[in-house]
């Protein structure tokens, strides 16, 4: 077995259960692609059993603090037995869920999700990599699904040195899914979609704005960003009068105009506008549209802290332009899914947002990501996706 010997001072993170060690802290050591090493601080002592990523900043994952741990087989099937339990007692209001989220369920690097009697996977790091066809065997024995479609092909992968993989792993079938979520359908495919097939993080706020639509009684909704219109149809699931939805991909708003027509939805309540989002908000400040309620929910800006600073700018710009659009009583749901903003400064971009475009917020609620993608107390990079539910004052 490999040891990686820490630098002196270096050994509190993992001694606080958080699995990452980056290159930085390391005195000496190393492992190939995967392999499992051990982590000692610099007086020697054992932290962890980890997987090496010789390729990556951050050089281990770890699997286990536990020095009596082996890290086999029966090893990932009693992760993912864990994993899977958790989603079992939670009772989720949908077919396709995720079942496993890489670090908070002690698998660094691996995603899996379920979508009927299909799993999806991605494996990100050297470490789940190097473990696949022992995972994919217990995913299957383990949910009974006969078939599981690798979609490794998030970019976090070359941060890794690890090639695109995309295809069957294990069983064949369709690639196109109805999910149903809170009695709506909502047509995907696992091979073209976005992550996995689908944003599943997103499915309590997609049930908060029908909510709040039903409330509020929405005449008209803006969903900035709306991929295929899960926000779209939520909202006048519950009631909203009027829809525009605005992404800047084509295919993504033809499966929109499809969801609604799904939901049985009344496509003269709906606009779809195939353009850019920041040219489109400032187009209707000029012309002086409103709208009672707005989503936000932009792409990743920031995927670590490095690109915070730009990214907290672009936050801000949408932020304020969307404020500008809202009448007295009209309610911004805004959201950031970057890792690299925390919450309390995603809470202060909106905050000076809402002051540049002179308005007064009351903060009606703050959402996050679905429970099957859990945060953890030893891993606040989990909390990737924070939202914001904000009326301007009456
Ligand atoms: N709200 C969606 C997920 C949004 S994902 C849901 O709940 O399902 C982000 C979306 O933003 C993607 O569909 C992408 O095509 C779109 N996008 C990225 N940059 C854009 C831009 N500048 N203008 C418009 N759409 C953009």
Known sequence: MKTIRLKPGKERSLQRRHPWVFDGAIAKGGGDPGETVRVDSAEGEFLAWGACSPNSKIRVRAWSFDQGQRIDAAFFRDALRRAIALRERMGIASNGLRLVHGESDGLPGLVVDRYGDTLVAQFGAAGVERWKDVIADALLELTGCPRLYERSDASA????????????????????????????????????????????????????????????????????????????????????????SIDSSGPALEQARENLKLNGLDLSRAAFLDADVNASLRQFVAEGRQFDAIVLDPPKLAPTAAHAERAARAYKDINRLAFKLLPPGGVLFTFSCSGGIGVELFHKIVASAASDADVDGAILQRLGGACDHPMTTAFPEGEYLKGLVVMKKL
């Not at 929405?218 to 519950?238: I, M, P, R």
Request: aromatic letters at 12%; charged letters at 20%; hydrophobic letters at 35%.
């Open 157 to 244: 992968r070359g941060l890794e040195g690890l090639p695109e993989v995309t295809g069957w792993l294990r069983g064949d079938g369709p690639t196109a899914f109805e999910l149903e979520e809170h009695g709506w359908r909502l047509g995907l495919d696992i091979a073209q979609g976005h992550k996995t097939g689908y944003y599943l993080d997103q499915r309590d706020s997609r049930l908060a704005l029908h909510d709040y639509a039903k409330r509020l009684k929405f005449a008209q909704v803006l969903n900035c960003f709306s991929y295929t219109g899960g926000f779209s149809v939520a909202a006048l699931a519950g009631g909203a009068g009027h829809v525009t």
